[in-house]
């Protein structure tokens, strides 16, 4: 941000603004409130001066002008489950904008399309179309409960539904756009197609808010599929697995897949898998199968595998197979064993695709680790060619970091993924004992904290992770990996030509001349060349 901050007498005024436009309980100036809202899953900001929560379009762009006109920083939230400092800021000074509120679902069957607030859980959404037999193609990340559309096409996502339809951008046909001066910018032109001269909706995909603040979204819907078969596979060595990955995701068999290794297996995702029983997984196993039959036959495997399934290799990849009937989804099965096995692949019990089919949006339990300590994920997406010698850094990496992680108690985990087929995502979860923030504090159930220990602060843990990170981040750049929920944690304007630069830049002048939306994020200049607004009350009050 600017050096030169408005006077105190205009954030008085502004607040006084914005509850006057607002009504009082869409504005918190509360400081413990701000100060829960100064932190994401990993780092924390500073507090902001306050904390907004529009409760429709019109409010939102009121608010803005206000914001605007004091020359005052806005910066959007969605459901808070970020880790990229995408809406921390370091200097403090702005408002922070929580689009939750903004829950408004209208269906078009007729046009095969939903238009959803932008604070509209995924968990939400899929809840409502799911009588109706739609679904949208990309239908939600893993977060799915607090994740909202919103935060997901600003971040950009994968999960649910991406190995057929890819990430969370390309099931996006139009979006709309409070602009820095509270314009509402519609990027769709036709109800028939995203595709209608230069990719406006494109701009606005993976932005994190530095273009202006999501107010409402059009998705495209496709008929939802009951039938379907869950596999997995173990693999010996990585060479094998990502062959295998490689394979299956260039014939798009599946509608969604992943990869675990050993430790990710049998930590993370083994104690959510023996939390099945507790979280009542067999009534949502039976009401995700096709029919009663094929629902305890699932239960059965799963039971009769257990937990040791877990750690029967030192990769695993799952699958889930959607057909337009069972024939469909068998045919498909078996190719994918063909293609498996072609790759050394060992069939092994498919408890854990089973567990995500029936419960695809899982409490928030992993924002810490198995035993309470603290989780941070990080990822890149490597070309598949770069694939080995990326993988081969990593090791080596872990190699020189050993001792002391062990002295430390810092371990790591990896999840894998195709995205199309021509990349694959680490995406690397870091541990280690440290105390917890006020965000764990607020997001998880009494009764979690039951079950886990709790850490006294370990600065010498975290610093090392704060290292690793940056060892990390530094590493997947050298391999050309791209990233998602860039935020301010990942390089991207840096990595830009010059040209490209020069062209994003322009548009953030175009759109935000004062930078006042979301300073910092995707790499962009926090400064911009502006006067400090001068200190009356008229430019404050809500535009007509």
Known sequence: M??????????????????????????????????????????????ALAALRPGNVAALRSAVRLCAAARVAMVPRGGGASYTDG????????????????????????????????????????????????????????????????????????????????????????????LASGELLRTGLSPATRHFGPDLTGLFTGD?????????????????????????????NFASFHAALRSAAREGLEDESFGLDRALSQGQIGKQSSLAARLGIARQ?????????????????????????????????????????????RAKARRLRRLMAASAGREIANTVPGFVRALPFAPLSNILGPRGERWVPLHGIVPHAAVAACHAELQALWDAHRDEMQHLGVWHGTMFCTVGSS?????????????????????????????????????????????????????????????????????????????????????KQALDP?????????????????AVAAAVIEPLRPAA
């Open 285 to 329: 196993v039976l009401a995700a199968a096709p029919g009663v039959g094929a629902g305890l036959r699932q239960l059965l495997r799963m039971a009769l595998a257990g937990e040791k399934v877990l750690g029967l290799g030192e990769y695993m990849a799952h699958f889930i197979v959607e057909g337009c009937d069972a024939d469909d989804a």
């Open 423 to 507: 990349g694959l995502l680490y995406e690397i979860a870091l541990y280690w004992p440290d105390i917890c923030t006020p965000y764990h504090e607020a997001t998880l159930p009494p009764e979690h904290w039951q079950q886990i220990r709790r850490y006294p602060a370990d600065p010498q843990a975290a610093a090392l992770v704060a290292r690793l990170k940056h060892e990390l981040i530094a590493l997947f750049a050298r391999h050309e990996a791209a990233h998602f929920q860039i935020g301010r944690a990942y390089p991207y304007a840096t990595r830009l030509s010059a040209p490209a630069l020069n062209l994003l830049e322009a548009l």
């Open 514 to 530: 004062h930078h006042l939306m979301n300073p910092g994020a995707l790499g962009l200049s926090a400064d911009a060349p502006h």
């Open 208 to 236: 994190c808010g530095a273009l202006g603040i999501k107010a409402a979204i059009c998705l495209p819907l496709i008929a939802a599929r009951s039938d379907f078969e869950a596999l997995s596979f173990a693999f010996g």
């Open 87 to 178: 809406y921390l800021l370091a200097t403090g000074g702005h408002v922070l904008v929580d689009t939750g509120a903004l829950q408004h679902i209208e269906v078009d069957t007729d046009n095969a399309q939903v238009t959803v607030g932008a604070g509209v859980t995924w968990a939400a959404l899929r809840e409502r179309l799911a009588p109706l037999g739609l679904r949208t193609p990309f239908w939600g990340p893993f977060s799915g409960l607090v994740a909202t559309v919103g935060g997901s096409v600003s971040q950009n996502s994968i999960s649910h539904g991406s190995a057929s339809h890819g990430i969370t951008a390309q099931s996006v046909l139009s979006v709309d756009v409070v």
């Open 2 to 47: 600017n050096s030169t901050a408005p006077p105190p007498e205009i954030h008085l005024r502004l607040i006084q603004a914005l509850r006057e436009s607002l009504g009082d309980s869409a504005v918190s100036t509360d400081d413990a409130h701000l100060n829960l809202l100064a932190h994401d899953v990993y780092g924390r900001g500073a507090p």
